[in-house]
Nanobody
Framework: HVQLVESGGASVQTGGSLRLSCAFS????????MAWFRQAPGKEREGVAF???????AVADSVKGRFTISKDDAKYTLYLQMNNLEPEDTAMYYC????????????WGQGTQVTVS
């Protein structure tokens, strides 16, 4: 089993920055591939940023150049650095994890709210 706990969400002004953290624990064989998702009210959940077992990263086009994902295995923490925030970034942000042998994210955190105004 894996536990994921997000933190760092807040209310910020347009153009501001935030860093989200996701502390993970448990069977870390299931945390080699991790991601950040977000869901705004009335909208479908969307993948924001991804990191695989070799450290390769990818971000959605909507946040490219503004968001950066990173993972510190020594600290068992996943990060999402968000710069130049826009009101459209307002959402609940979720950390997710899976074994890289699987295509489905099996483990999810409880979410942390980001509000940009």
């Amino acid at each position: 089993h894996v536990q994921l706990v997000e933190s760092g969400g807040a209310s910020v002004q347009t153009g501001g920055s935030l860093r989200l953290s996701c502390a993970f624990s448990g069977n870390t064989r299931n945390t080699h591939c991790m991601a950040w998702f977000r869901q705004a009210p009335g909208k479908e959940r969307e993948g924001v940023a991804f990191v695989d077992g070799t450290g390769n990263t990818a971000v959605a086009d909507s946040v490219k150049g503004r968001f950066t994902i990173s993972k510190d295995d020594a600290k068992y923490t996943l990060y999402l650095q968000m710069n130049n925030l826009e009101p459209e970034d307002t959402a609940m942000y979720y950390c997710a994890a899976r074994s890289c042998m699987s295509s489905q994210y099996r483990y999810w955190g409880q979410g942390t709210q980001v509000t940009v105004s």
